[in-house]
């Protein structure tokens, strides 16, 4: 098995991506030979990336053993694609929405159902699998004591959750907000009873998506009821009514009710600890393996044959943005 070496921005693992990323690195850790290295800065007694490129050459004959490099920072993808040029690369998608053209020689791994749906309708020629994200769970749902009503963190959360719903809550129940980094968040998770979790304005702000949310099925996993967005790749595991509530439903009025029934009477219920068997690092290092033994067929087989797909995007594209154009068009006219 060929060794991969995991390109990172800088060595800030506090932020979502990287974390999440970081899990994915450890789950292939346990069967291949990693490395870490960074490209945002030089970080001394750490690899660089461009130090390692001047060591492997873009895809020469015989690269049987040569690293493959796996990026997943979406901004940065069209820089890391034109620094690594032919060489094998992997691109994990966190999330959706950058403006990317991802040539079909780069295989996709989708860390949600949403993204990969995403990538499959713009990259239709790229391999594309889901590798679901690593979550920490608990094993059961033991009694202990939530001192805490309803748990937020201020990082991605709404300006109507921070400005109008928790006030509000504050004045009738224990609220805690997070602000920062928090190094054992399931320590707080195991202390509340509520979670609340809007992400949909961060994304909008952003201009990407919600590419897999792990803190509400984090929140789940150890036992709280939790109050969400379902925007993006939330939608992948969250169902409203069954195993959540949703969040910013029709007024301040209906939130404040639901989330304070919520806190008086546990409900909905979070699901049982198999539920999230998909999300454990035993099962995420199976389908791993797989994958990227699939992908490196994938490999010798691209460097002796072309891609000969026709690019359905450079097609159709042109009468696609006309037809957006006109609808445009039609629901001005209809305004006015």
Known sequence: ????????????????????????????????????????????????MDDLLAMYPERPSGTADAPIFVIHWGPDIPMLL????????????????WGLAIPPTVPILSVSQHTMAYWGRYA??????????????????EPVVRDIDVLVQVRKSSRYLLDRLVPALALQCRV???????????????RSKVYLYDSL???????????????????MSQGCVVFSSINDALADYLDPGFNCRKIRVHSLAWDLAAILQAVEDGTPSPPQSEWF??????????RLRVVLEDVERFFAF???????????????????????????????????
């Open 302 to 336: 691209t460097r002796q044959n072309s891609a000969d797909i026709e690019d359905l995007w450079a097609v159709y594209s042109p009468g696609v943005l006309q037809r957006v154009s006109r609808a445009v068009r039609i629901l001005k006219g209809r305004r006015v």
């Open 124 to 141: 239709p020629n790229c391999y594309i699998a889901h590798v679901p994200n690593v979550v920490e769970t608990q094993i059961g749902f």
């Open 82 to 97: 034109e620094a690594l040029g032919r060489r094998d690369v992997i691109y994990v998608a966190h999330s959706t929405g």
């Open 1 to 48: 098995m060929r060794p991969l070496i995991f390109l990172f921005p800088h060595n800030r693992m506090d932020v979502g991506g990287n974390s999440a990323q970081v899990r994915i690195m450890e789950a292939c850790r346990r069967y291949r030979q990693i490395t870490v290295a960074y490209y945002g800065s030089r970080i001394a007694g750490q690899a660089w």
């Open 176 to 190: 805690t907000l997070l602000d920062g980094w928090v190094e054992d968040l399931s320590g707080w998770f195991r």
């Open 277 to 286: 068997q998909d999300y454990t690092m035993a099962r995420a290092t199976a």
């Open 201 to 219: 304005e961060h994304w909008i702000k952003v201009g990407a998506t919600e590419g897999f949310g792990l803190p509400p099925l984090e929140a």
